[in-house]
């Protein structure tokens, strides 16, 4: 839950094939209670290093992990 205070509504991966099956009720659902129906519709991966989150795969992150 601390990671969705930091990254909010981000967490959820609007891309997945998941999210693009859900109706519009479940897409209006609080995240986190989203996320504990449907944990596949969350963005991987999430990376917590010193009390930072990093979220996805992108070059911004991968050049955060050096």
């Known amino acids: 839950a601390q990671a969705y205070y ?11 094939t998941t999210w693009r099956g859900m109706d519009e009720a479940a897409r209006a659902m609080p ?3 989203l996320l504990a129906q449907e944990p596949t519709v969350m963005k991987r991966p999430l990376i ?8 996805g795969w992108t070059p911004k992150v991968q050049a955060a992990l050096g």
């Open 48 to 55: 917590e290093r010193d009390g930072e989150f990093l979220l």
């Open 31 to 33: 995240v986190l209670d």
């Open 6 to 16: 930091v990254l909010g509504e981000a967490l959820v991966n609007t891309r997945s």
